[in-house]
Antibody, heavy 127, light 106 residues
């Protein structure tokens, strides 16, 4: 079955870096766009970034632009999120999630629906 | 920045209809998705492209979108539908999530 498994979360001091990974299985990884979405404790969902299937398109939320970098390795079915200059407000559960393009009359548009989500990995930024 | 506003909570009796609104400027010009999230679990896509249901999602879930608002309707609400619901749309290649609505089945 389609599965996304995140790893790499933990406790980190403000200003430091952390790298999250997401291992995918059960679908053709190299043809799917992928997102990172986060959720602070007790709060709503916040989108972080999305990357196209071939990594030619990458988009970021303003709150992380210039600090976070999304990347992928299609040979290893792995998505990554490099997080630098971490702040207390980055504390959240981070979900890896697959993009499913909107298709109309055989034309498909990226990004689309976020149709499969991992279980998440917790990141805590604290001194 | 673009905002999507939802009511914080909706209460419904079992078997009745629950409607959750999502408001945003010219939202009808965008595609809307809806996600269900139960406590301690990851979100699940229940509606995409305004009105479509992914496989495995019960027919009691339906969506609409026009003007400045989208609506998720749960017909014949069941106790298992008690959850947080989020709308979502893309604006200039940025995903925007709504503020979230807690549905309580009384």
């Amino acid at each position: 079955q389609v599965q996304l498994v995140e790893s790499g979360g933990g406790v980190v001091q403000p200003g430091r870096s952390l790298r999250l990974s997401c291992e995918a299985s059960g679908f053709t990884f190299s043809t799917a766009g992928l997102n990172w979405v986060r959720q602070a404790p007790g709060k709503g969902l916040e989108w972080v970034a999305v990357i196209s299937y071939d990594a030619t398109q990458k988009f970021y939320a303003d709150s992380v632009k210039g600090r976070f970098t999304i990347s992928r390795d299609n040979s290893k079915n792995t998505l990554s999120l490099q997080m630098n200059s971490l702040r207390a407000e980055d504390t959240a559960m981070y979900f890896c999630a697959r993009d499913n393009p909107y298709c109309i009359n055989n034309n498909c548009y990226f990004p689309g629906a976020i149709d499969v989500w991992g279980q998440g990995t917790m990141v805590t930024v604290s001194s | 920045s673009y905002d999507l506003t939802q009511p914080p909570s909706v209460s419904v009796s079992p078997g009745q209809t629950a409607s959750i609104t999502c408001s945003g400027d010219k939202l009808g010009d965008k595609y809307v998705c809806w996600y269900q999230q139960k406590p301690g679990q990851s979100p699940v896509l229940v509606i995409f492209q305004d009105i479509k249901r992914p496989s495995g999602i019960p027919e009691r879930f339906s969506g609409s979108n026009s003007g400045n608002s989208a609506t998720l309707t749960i017909s014949g609400t069941q106790a298992m539908d008690e959850a947080d619901y989020y709308c979502q749309a893309w604006d200039n290649s940025t995903a925007i999530f709504g503020t979230g609505t807690t549905v309580t089945v009384l």
